[in-house]
């Protein structure tokens, strides 16, 4: 039986955060959620996923991967029996994904082998395929990384090379280093796949890394097709990942039809001979596509993050007691509302950053599918910088929000460990971010480049991701004096920001080569930074609201700005752009008291804030971040499954402890005899 | 079989790495390990456990917590059975305890239980119990954490009421918070624990959290005693600490005799006369000696954490091809040494702080055996800063080396996903860090208002905690001016730390309450760092060797000052202690331009430097880190042992993934049909 708390303190402090808020939930919630039809539908799939026994959670936690990677499969299957059942659109579908929000095999046919090889298979290969693929008749994967290479695409060394006699491709894997390694699905779960694969043309020219459609197991039995080496490739850290099927691959010379070359841009004829792309980067789609809903990905964790440790750090007393006898409420502290208040207003801003991209994203998707590349540079530039900027910023705030529940935070039940392990790869996947800092700055010096070259008349050429290089033009106003108001005005703060990108971008560009080993992290940050900057002013500017509930979320996105500029402060400092004045002596003080300040505005609204994200209990999993604030009986509860204590004298009892007791017992009584 | 590297370019690599250098590795391992009997006692212990099989960890990946729970107990018993038959003193059972290096049940006793007891029972107690408790015939935890209350020792709930009746004390818990938690080892292993309750006088009078002795199980059964209800807490974040069985327990009205108050310092007399003890904190010293043991551990950690990043580096090879036909080994990357070698710095820098706390806290030990707190201050001081200071950069530092490895530091055979989950709640155990935050700053805040109070004659009295604050009597000079000298001299980085730490302390001060959320964190840590960087000062003055191995040793702990500078410079800049200059424009540069060239010096001795740790395979249990550089062969091995990989076609295929298949398969020939 679990033991009740009888004054239920922690549900009255939850119920009277919630009381005394005049914020607009449902406002808020159509807002975050883009409409509330969007929110609708999204309940509507929480609801159905949630009462079917098939997505329960709470055995999760007890689970072996093989286990794990079972209930992935029966999640999968019952997926699509719901959706012929309930008839789902295919949004419908994407939403009941986005609701279950669990790593299951199934979600990289979704991801990359179902887009990758629409938008490149050529119309006979479609003709063939089309159907099974949107149908799941087969079940495919992306075979990109390899043992030895993988941000860096252009070294893989995996072959396809074209047999003129038979018109086939001989996929082989040449070195150890060539194993295909990392791809989700491929261990156990797909039949098929896309394999990258250096083309090699008649006479040994090397065309570098080209896409191919191969069949991997057998439909009949499930089996591995000869030549072919398969298996899943281990754990992931921290148990991250783990129902899904991480997989290895090795062909040795296995031969596929011609037709199955991905060939709607680049093409090998009957002959032989290689027919270049329309443009060298047509192929970058699906990978700025999984980028680009990387954004949102990263939002939906802050939010997580945020809700979960401002609902605990809300019913959780510690300290001393005040007049009405209670501990002060742990959310009270400033150094508790200082870390958590931020990633609140990260969240709101990067889900409509995502909102925003993937609009973007699409408006490029259509050109580019009838060849029309013009929108894929600021894409591209785009997508890379807020990929690092998303997936860093995330995964400090998961953490930063667990540990800013003490010991509590660190048990799985707490549910944010749990998220960590999930999120933390994105930093190295997709693009390692050390290396997407480099394409940053690579962008931003060409950029600047081209406006030097062009003068005062190229302004006018900048696109939203080099907008801050216009205060570089001999046109532009010196810095504005920092004053006590420019903490209040978000206006001000953007402009801070955008000085900063273009100083250190300028100073990047004379620098020699080498003479600092970090800079180009720096770089990439202030330059994303700015962008983001200027978004935020934009939907600062396009709230869709005003009163009361327009003040709160003004306020939130000016947090995200004040605090961004103390991150920057450094560079904001080292350019002179904040002076040491000797007067106050410490110049960031106002700032830091500024920031102060605007927590202490937003907190009694930071329950109302979480709770407009929508997350029930079941999405958040987390004894500690349960909606009625009833924490410590959740955690009690969930401590009662524990397989340890299905017994009261463990398994090993006679084997190693009883042993143990006796051989000490033992000794400790001849010790006694020989002091007698 | 496993594919085999024909080249064998890793093994090439790592072999090269080694040749090339002259560095004396033993003088240097016999430095880290504080002597070479130390070194060859460490040696001897890893090669006993290393080739007994109960300590095999190949499998560990793949266990669920029951299986992790009794492999634990195996070799804890395996252990006691070594110890025997080697004749092991208490000083090599130690040594073979840290070799081990996993979180195991017993660690409690070892860390908790036994030192509790030992030095705070009374005479009666430890003749009854001491030689049980040294020879494991008992097994005990120390029960302080509640559901409700962690760092907060003073708001524990959980009484000890005196019955003067009987004599005895009757331990309850009088709140569903007032349940124990996170106890180690208590949930299945102990018999036996101290637990922390409020002692409750006759009368009433509530005089605060004691300890008491109590017995938690049956001797005859390991059955769990009346009025007790225990259990395992359920799994930890991240799956880590799973071999610990993390407990809960509730008291109901459980009676102890009198002599089972630990009551060597504060007493009840058989009357119920509350004695006070000789100091209010005589009874720290458990704890202190907890926090100054997490030093070293932290060292070690950060040596692992470099040992595995910096091989994988040398050995990993990715971009362009150089004239030998090779893409550039990672390591020479200047993003991937800009982070690694700080790591290798942090590494030599905490080992030898931890080495020269454990000394600082055996002096006071021995002094506080005999009621002399005159050290107890100081010791405390140090300790709450270097806790916070030694888990928050230990932490930080396998997290930036597991992401420089790319997606293969994913990988749970990567190794060091594991030890950040079980190095990760070090933030917030043993006291959380913000907590110990606030002592650390109200500790430099009492300093300084008593050399105020005290003018220049009280310099003398500075202890080397706030040795710092000699820079704010009037006698101090100011600031020095920083010139391109100051970046390649010790003394003078260690000086510019120190004006920082005494710079921000007179700033908080005089700081209105609560106007700045984040001050004590930044002071803490300014603090913390001057302490530290004038240890590290001691440290090169006092190397004991001198030629080329002095010189690089000296330049790793100027590589560890120079990166505290750099991490330093928004207080350093806003304090006005680097000033900018028209001329130069960004005044950080020349810092940053030492931090390179000095990582450039110190590349081409990376690895030996890694090498001086002694770890073995066994130790680091890393595919990437293994010690001659074959890195693929060891992660294909590890993953050809993955449980998924033993059948070709998975256990679910029948289940899930034909129907799913046939499903989509009669999709989409029905789609066709329609179309025909």
């Known amino acids: 039986m679990a033991p009740i708390d009888p004054n239920q303190q922690t549900a009255k402090d939850m119920l009277k955060a919630r009381e005394k808020s005049s914020l607009n939930i449902p406002v808020l919630r159509n807002f975050i959620y883009g409409g509330h039809a969007e929110w609708e539908t999204y309940q509507k799939m929480v609801q159905i996923l949630s009462s079917d026994p098939t997505f329960e959670k709470s055995s999760r936690a007890f689970l072996t991967r093989t286990e794990m990677y079972n209930r992935a499969l029966a999640m999968t299957l019952r997926m699509q029996k719901l959706k012929d059942e309930h008839k789902w659109s295919p949004r419908e579908t994407t939403i009941a994904s986005i609701a279950l929000d669990e790593g299951m095999p199934i979600t990289l046919h979704q991801a990359a082998f179902e887009p990758v090889t629409m938008s490149q298979g050529s119309p006979e290969l479609l003709k063939k395929y089309g159907a099974l693929i949107a149908n799941r008749g087969i079940v495919g994967c992306y075979l990109q990384t390899e043992l030895g290479h993988g941000s860096n695409v252009s070294q ?119 027919v270049q792309p329309p443009h060298a980067k047509i192929s970058y789609g699906g990978m700025l596509y999984i980028r680009s809903t990387m954004v949102s990905a990263a939002g939906r964790v802050m939010a997580k993050a945020a809700t979960v440790s401002i609902r605990y750090a809300t019913v959780r007393r510690q300290g001393n007691k005040d007049a009405s006898g209670l501990e002060r409420q742990v959310i009270t502290y400033p150094s508790t509302y200082y870390r958590l208040l931020p990633i609140l207003s990260h969240a709101y801003v990067y889900i409509q950053l995502g909102r925003n991209l993937s609009k973007s994203f699409d408006a490029m998707a259509s050109r580019l599918a009838s060849g029309d590349t013009s929108l894929l540079a600021e894409i591209h530039a785009t997508t890379s910088g807020l990929k690092v900027l998303c997936t860093t910023t995330s995964i400090q705030d998961v953490e930063v929000a667990r540990r800013s529940m003490g010991g509590h935070g660190y048990s799985a039940f707490a549910g944010l460990g749990r998220v960590y392990a999930d999120q933390v790869p994105s930093a190295t996947y997709e693009g390692d ?51 006590n108001e420019t903490w209040s005005n978000s206006r001000a703060l953007i402009l801070l920001l955008e000085w900063r990108a273009a100083r250190i971008v300028a100073s990047r560009a004379t620098m020699p080569e080498d003479s600092d080993a970090s800079v180009d992290q720096r770089v990439s940050r202030a330059v994303s930074e700015a962008f983001v900057a200027a978004q935020v002013g934009e939907m600062i500017s396009g709230l869709p609201f005003g009163g009361y509930d327009g003040r709160v979320i003004e306020g939130l996105f000016r947090l995200y700005l004040l605090t961004n500029v103390e991150a920057a402060l450094v560079d904001i400092l080292s350019f002179g752009l904040l002076p040491s004045t000797n007067q106050s002596g410490d110049p960031t003080s106002r700032l830091r008291a500024a920031i102060n300040i605007l927590c202490r505005e937003l907190l009694p609204e930071a329950i109302p804030l979480t709770d407009a994200f929508g997350f029930s209990d079941w999405e958040l999993d987390s004894a500690l971040g349960v909606y009625d604030g009833r924490v410590y009986e959740a955690l009690w509860e969930r401590a009662q499954s524990e397989p340890l204590n299905q017994t009261e004298v463990p398994a090993g009892y006679e084997s190693f402890i009883k042993p143990l007791l006796e051989r000490g017992q033992r000794l400790a009584s001849e010790a006694s005899k020989s002091k007698l």
Request: aromatic content about 8%.
């Open 156 to 274: 893989l060394e995996t072959t396809a090379t074209f047999i003129p006699e038979t018109k086939e491709f001989e996929i082989h894997s040449p070195t150890v280093t060539s194993t295909k390694w990392w791809i989700g699905s491929l261990g156990k779960t797909s039949t098929h796949g896309v394999v990258q694969a250096r083309l090699i043309l008649p006479g040994g020219k090397d065309a570098g890394p080209h896409l191919f459609f191969i069949q991997l197991r057998s439909l009949e039995d499930h089996r591995v097709l000869p030549g072919i080496q398969i298996g899943d490739i281990g754990p992931k850290a921290m148990g991250g990942y783990a129902a899904v099927d991480h997989g290895f691959a090795r062909f040795n010379h296995v031969r596929i039809p011609h037709e199955q070359m991905l060939s709607k841009f680049a093409q090998v004829t009957d002959e032989g001979k290689y």
């Open 433 to 483: 971010n050390f290396v997407l800092d480099q394409q940053v700055v690579r962008g931003a010096l060409k950029s600047l480049r081209a406006l030097k070259s062009a003068g005062n008349k190229a302004a006018s050429n900048l696109t939203p991701s080099s907008a801050y290089l216009r205060l570089l033009l001999p046109s532009s106003s010196a810095p504005p004096t920092i004053t």
